[in-house]
């Protein structure tokens, strides 16, 4: 691999990555929202890759391998399954904040993400580095996500993105994460979300409904 | 004056000539492949003209009240139209007037013509013509800045602000087409021009309904010539996007700075094919699309700004330092 391509493929991937965090906040349907996520995690595990293949570093492809494979199938079809059972409930209710200022929020966040990582940049401005910046940005618009959405499931989206934009973080910065370090990290992301959706299962028989926001008062 | 100047100058003038004659043949076109598909048979190709003619032999009628800013807007926004024809590189790259106004000048100029026909809609003092401006200017404030982003997305390669100097650094090197910061900006300039026009997803030109109406709100008091005047302006104001869009992402045949008499023509028949082909494509696209609600479309804008945004800062941080 040619030290351009690699400097295209890890582009494109960090643009889509960045691209699928904001059309998560766009979106309101929960089967597109899991969607994304799915594409996300194939943007995500081809960072590692991309750098495996031109590193000749075989732990990086195998790290990418299972990167791929944990967040951009297992998981998004766990979501899919805790969304298809939730009948009725296929669509996000409106966000505390509404979609318009939401998006104007996101592209604040990036400037912001651009902004603070800075430093980091000229430290050792290398390709990878150079897309730090948009890993930085999906960390604060998981974020922003959580806080903003009121159903459970969309909340667990904007975990799962978080958790995204942290190994993304990682791969960029450290350029090849110790295989046992990122097999622990995707466990524990893999027991979280089966939590959640035991939890989400839970809260729906009990209660009717995952929207957060109508569980604010105790019921006897 | 040398020969290539005067051959660049007569670009420019061959240009202006072609979107002021042309653009209500494009409008047409739009028109009659939207009714063909919908199952219409449709007014045919020259219909716009004859209603242009129609329009042009009336009487003039000026509403009561109305004062001067009613009575210019339609000759600014038709001014303005035809100056932006006369600066975009469509047919050739060395316009006289490309070095006096850059890619903020033009977006300036699209700009002036939107105020002045929101102006003259408040003028009328009508209900509708109120209604009508204040969403026009809703959209354009969401408008004007994706516009200039989208198009700053795509001069960081060139280095330069001036559109012949992106559109032949694209043309030089076509790989980076292909490129996150141009593909983002390539979208978020597709749905602004769609709002700009009034195409289908934003509003509807063909229908007067007053809940749904925006752009045909505003002109609702023009009669006669100014009317003409109006809708002539507003299919230029269209082909000169579209012209803007074929240029800036598919650059092929346009005449250099100092061009030959061949090349002209060869510009003039391959920007006629690339709008043509682009308004083909909106016009089937719009055939199967709804209109959105109004209080929805703030938030398609707000989508393309951001992905815009985006594109700034992909093309500004990704790009690999060439020392």
Redesign the interface.
Same mark, same amino acid.
């Given at each position: 691999m040619t030290q351009a391509t690699y &400097?295209?493929v890890l &582009?494109?991937a960090?643009?889509?990555f960045?691209?699928a965090a /904001?059309l998560i906040v766009?979106r309101r349907e929960l089967r597109s929202i899991v969607a994304l996520l799915a594409w996300q995690g194939i943007a995500l595990a081809a960072i590692p890759l991309t750098e495996g293949v031109y590193q000749h570093d075989g732990a990086l492809i195998v790290v990418g391998v299972v990167v791929l494979l944990l967040r951009a199938v297992a998981l998004p079809l766990l979501l899919a399954q805790a969304v298809g059972t939730e009948a009725g409930e296929r669509r996000e209710s409106t966000p505390l904040v &509404?979609?318009?200022s939401s998006?104007?929020i996101?592209?604040a966040l990036? /400037?912001l993400a651009?902004a603070v990582t800075r430093p980091i940049i000229t430290l050792d401005?290398s390709?990878s580095t150079?897309?730090v910046?948009?890993a930085f940005a999906v960390i604060l618009i998981a974020v922003f996500v959580m806080v903003s959405r009121r159903r459970a499931l969309s909340q667990a989206v904007g975990f799962m993105m978080l958790d995204n934009g942290i190994a993304a973080t990682a791969f960029l910065i450290t350029a090849g994460v110790p295989l046992i370090v990122e097999l622990g990290a995707s466990l524990d992301v893999l027991f979280a979300v089966l939590v959640l959706g035991l939890l989400t299962g839970h809260m729906r028989r009990t209660f009717g409904g995952t929207d957060l926001d109508q569980l604010r008062e105790l019921r006897g | 004056m040398s020969t290539t100047t005067a051959l660049a100058a007569l670009a420019t003038v061959l240009q202006v000539v072609a979107v002021v004659a042309l653009s209500p043949v494009v409008v047409g076109g739009m028109r009659q492949i939207r009714a063909r598909l919908e199952g219409r048979a449709g007014g045919g190709i020259g219909q716009p003209w004859r209603d242009l003619r129609k329009l042009l032999r009336k009487q003039q009628l000026t509403p009561a009240g109305t004062t001067v800013v009613f009575a210019f807007a339609p000759a600014v926004v038709a001014g303005t139209t035809l100056l932006i024809a006369a600066i975009l590189p469509l047919i050739a790259l060395g316009s006289p007037l490309d070095p006096a106004a850059d890619l903020f000048g033009v977006v300036g100029l699209l700009f002036l013509g939107t105020v002045a026909l929101t102006l003259a809609g408040l003028d009328t003092g009508t209900a509708f013509g109120g209604m009508g401006s204040s969403r026009e200017i809703t959209i354009a404030a969401l408008v004007e800045p994706t516009i200039l982003l989208a198009v700053f997305a795509l001069s960081v390669p060139g280095h330069s602000a001036n559109l012949a100097a992106i559109v032949s650094a694209t043309a030089h090197n076509p790989g980076q087409l292909v490129?996150?910061?141009s593909l983002?900006a390539f979208v978020a300039l597709a749905i602004v021009i769609i709002a700009e026009t009034g195409l289908l997803p934003v509003d509807n030109p063909s229908t007067h309904l007053e809940l749904t109406m925006i752009h045909e709100a505003m002109i609702l008091e023009y009669a006669g010539p100014k009317l003409a005047l109006v809708e002539w302006a507003s299919g230029m104001r269209l082909t000169v996007l579209l012209g803007l869009m074929a240029n800036l992402f598919l650059p092929w045949g346009v005449a250099g700075a100092h061009p030959s008499m061949l090349a002209i023509l060869i510009g003039l028949v391959a920007i006629s094919l690339k709008v043509a082909l682009l308004a083909g494509v909106l016009a089937t696209v719009e055939v199967f699309i709804a209109k959105l609600r109004y209080f929805r479309i703030?938030?398609l804008l707000?989508?393309s700004?951001?992905?815009a945004?985006?594109a700034v800062?992909?093309s500004y941080?990704?790009a690999?330092?060439t020392n």
């Open positions: &400097n295209g &582009n494109l960090a643009g889509a960045l691209l /904001v766009w &509404n979609t318009t998006l104007l996101t592209a990036t /400037v651009y401005p390709p150079r897309a910046p948009a | 490129s996150p910061g983002l703030p938030e707000a989508g700004f951001l992905l945004l985006l800062t992909a941080f990704f690999t330092p």
